[in-house]
């Protein structure tokens, strides 16, 4: 189509009738001058006049041809192909797989949806599972992906191809999606038709249906290391009325690869329904560990793809939890805290008291009611794996409190009594259900304290006690001032007690004062260190610019009563690394910490840490990055991203200084649950056909989808295209105004007129 059109800016009327009566001027003139020239002289005249006034009329009318034509444009379709396991299933065309019936529609002569969509259209194909793949049309497929992710495919693949020019994205899926984002949510977002093609059907309706199966497993239990776990297993049965109760008895097994590591036999009841079963299983390592559960399938099972069930647990070798009571923050607590708290391997709750029956509580929080001190239940004690009496007098305690202390001891806890002016006797424990506890001898308020500065002396006990591994040559003569200021007096240490560090001259009775002692009661442990001024060991050698014991002392402290070894403190650094959570959902920040930590145990600043994390296998290349200190956390840094994809990740920090490598800690993390593929085995219609609707598509099944092309025709886009041809804007007008006029004034001048 064209149409000629003026658009300049003056009326056309007003300059066609100014062009008449210019030309009208022009042929009146010429005429008078008719009888002095030749015929041909005069018309040559006239008409080079007329053009060149024609010229500059249209030159103000600024004359434009304008043409557009229409055409179907070639636009893009996105295919989308499920390749997870439910894709297995046999309950579609002619019982073949969801994934061969599939396959049939994409390649077979009779549908080839791909090849016909290819001739009007742009088609880019992907195959999904738990990550988005662009696949060539002709690859082979398998469905072998763990999770169905039908949400963060359709974003992910509009994302790639852009949504400018997309005539729709055509899924082919049974629609169950198991994990990521929510697939309604996506699609209404995006902004493009999807048209869903379901693959599959309900299972009961193929005829008689039979089935077990694992329903559910335990969501990301923590297990402790070299402990019985009972783990629950939800199982599911269908279909087995006519079976016999041999016939529906089998074992379910627990599987760690190939190693079985744990059995239970089960009874499936006639009744159609659901069922919990307990499996025990005893974890040998730390860390994530993936384990499967798998049920024998019985004769006649219509779907067995639902028979195992991977799942993941984490296996710690858990924290230990602490309980330090004080009377007053003084230094000893202080510097003690702030020791204990900064190590990764020590979950620490401290409650001090602030006047008569009202304690501060900070540190973790364990639903345990402190606000009497000490807990006033057996249970609650249990919450705990050490107990740390500090400078607190015996009354603020009720008898009863003190005798389930003494307890939670006998039972395998540990108590760890601390000195100062509110402690042992002169604190009034004389008498009280502690007497018995205590590894030193108390003789009552009078025993007071030792005062004035001394250098400790480490016994023979001491020096290869696990407390003081790596701290004996602090206490060597010649090795440097290692001193305390006062003790606790006490009466000497009782039988059986072990004295680690000792006054080198102040004597209780005919022994030297001890200052460490330990003891085993029951089944737990008890320490008694009779002074409050180790903290100022941490500045004794620190202030010379040297290691102290101060660190390294207090933690194997801990170590050894909770009956922990002292691995995290070998000699050398000691680096931590972990996550904030082992199990994260998918999109979800991941923040990753870590403590680093000198030859002494004490915290190391100014260090350069760096995460590196590698992806499960579909997933991105290794990702690494900084981690930063963090304010006012000594020895401890952090950092955080989002993970690209679902499933298990490894990670390993990495710490040097000035380039020189200082350690490496390597931990594992989950983003998302491990789907379960065949929790539901019928493929999902309505999710489908809401899908359609939510986007403008429509859906189909095997039987209609070879109409899919030929809708999507239809549905192509229309394209104007447009184009202006300027006729006055260019130099032929000028051309021909100065021809003109050049060659009416030559002829003029040789005719012999003015």
């Known amino acids: 189509m064209w149409q000629f059109e003026f658009s300049g800016q003056w009326p056309a009327g007003i300059i066609i009738l100014l062009a008449l009566a210019g030309g009208v001027a022009v ?38 041809l304008r043409f557009s034509h229409t055409r179907l444009e070639r636009q893009q379709v996105i295919v989308l192909q499920d390749v997870s396991q439910s894709m297995s299933i046999r309950d579609a065309f002619e019982e073949k797989s969801r994934l061969e019936t599939s396959e049939l529609l994409l390649h077979d002569s009779q549908h080839a949806l791909l090849k016909r969509l290819a001739k009007e259209h742009q088609v880019h194909f992907f195959t999904f599972g738990e990550t988005l793949s662009e696949t060539p049309l002709d690859a082979p497929l398998k469905a072998d992906a ?47 038709p999807v048209i869903p093609v379901v693959l599959g059907g309900r299972m009961a309706e193929k005829g008689r249906f039979l089935d077990i199966g694992i329903a559910g497993a335990p969501h990301n239990p923590e297990l402790i290391v070299n402990n019985t776990a009972k783990l629950k297993l939800r199982l599911s049965n269908e279909g ?77 070798d858990p924290k230990i939890r602490t309980l330090m009571v004080e009377g007053v923050a003084r230094s000893e607590y202080r510097f003690l805290y702030h020791v204990l708290s900064s190590d990764p391997s020590i979950e620490l709750t401290s409650v001090v008291k602030l006047r008569k029956d009202v304690f501060l509580q900070q540190g973790a929080v364990v639903g345990v009611d402190l606000s009497k001190g000490l807990p006033a239940r057996a249970e609650e004690f249990k919450k705990f794996d050490v107990v740390i009496l500090g400078d607190i007098a015996r009354e603020e305690f009720s008898d009863e409190q003190l005798s389930l202390l003494k307890r939670f001891v006998s039972e395998g806890g540990a108590l760890l009594a601390m000195g100062g002016y509110h402690a042992f006797g002169p604190g009034g424990y004389v008498g009280s259900p502690l007497e018995e506890l205590l590894p030193v001898r108390m003789g009552g308020p009078g025993d007071g304290q030792c005062e004035g500065t001394f250098a400790p002396k480490l ?61 085993r009661y029951g089944d737990g442990r008890v320490l008694a260190v009779t002074t409050d001024t180790t903290w100022k060991w941490k500045f004794q050698y620190e202030g010379r610019g040297q290691a102290s014991p101060y660190y390294r002392f207090w933690r194997q402290s801990l170590r050894w009563l909770a009956a922990r070894k002292d691995a995290a403190h070998a000699p050398g650094v000691a680096l931590s690394a972990w996550t904030a959570k082992v199990e994260y959902e998918p999109g979800e920040p991941v923040l ?37 200190a963090v304010p006012l956390s000594a020895g401890k840094y952090q950092a955080s991203f989002r993970p690209a994809a679902g499933g298990v990740y490894h990670a390993v920090v990495s710490a040097a200084e000035k380039q020189r490598p200082l350690g490496e800690a390597r931990f594992d993390f989950m983003v998302g649950r491990v789907a379960g593929e065949f929790d539901s085995v019928d493929a999902d219609e309505s999710a489908m056909s809401a899908l359609a609707r939510d986007t403008g598509g429509r859906c189909y099944n095997f039987a209609t989808a070879a109409r899919i092309p030929d809708d999507l025709t239809q549905r192509s886009r229309q394209v104007v295209y447009r184009e202006e041809k300027n006729l006055w804007n260019g130099p032929e007008f000028f051309m021909i105004f100065l021809g003109c006029v050049t060659a009416e004034w030559i002829l003029r001048r040789r005719s012999g007129l003015n």
């Open 27 to 64: 042929w009146a003139c010429y005429r008078r001058k008719r009888a002095q020239l030749a015929p041909w002289r005069y018309h040559a005249l006239l008409w080079f006049r007329l053009l060149a006034v024609l010229t500059v009329a249209l030159f103000l009318l600024k004359p434009v």
């Open 146 to 192: 763990k999770g169905t992710a039908i949400g963060d495919a359709l974003r992910d693949s509009v994302a790639r191809v852009g949504a400018e020019g997309l005539a729709a994205v055509v899924l082919l899926s049974d629609g169950v999606s198991t994990m990521g984002e929510d697939v309604r949510k996506v699609a209404r977002s995006i902004g493009v």
């Open 240 to 316: 087995l009325e006519a079976l016999s109760a041999t016939d529906r008895q089998v074992t379910l097994t627990l599987k760690k690869g190939e190693q079985v590591v744990g059995s239970a036999p089960v009874q499936f009841p006639a009744a159609n329904g659901a069922r919990d079963v307990e499996v025990e299983f005893v974890p040998r390592e730390v860390g994530l560990v993936m384990l499967r559960a798998e049920l024998p399938p019985i004769a006649g099972e219509s779907v067995a793809e639902n028979n195992h069930r991977d799942f993941m647990v984490n296996v710690i």
């Open 459 to 519: 016994t023979a006990a001491g020096a290869g006690h696990p407390i003081f591994l790596g701290c004996d040559e602090f206490f060597r003569p010649g090795a440097g001032e290692v001193t305390l200021d006062g003790a606790s007096r006490v009466l000497g240490a009782k039988p059986g007690a072990s004295v680690l560090l000792q006054h080198p001259t102040a004597l209780a009775g005919s022994d030297p004062l001890p200052v460490v002692v330990e003891q």
């Open 592 to 628: 990753v910490e870590a403590q680093l930590r000198d030859e002494s145990g004490q915290p190391r600043e100014r260090a350069d840490l760096t995460l590196r994390v590698e992806s499960p296998s579909a997933g991105p290349a290794p990702m690494e990055m900084r981690l930063e």
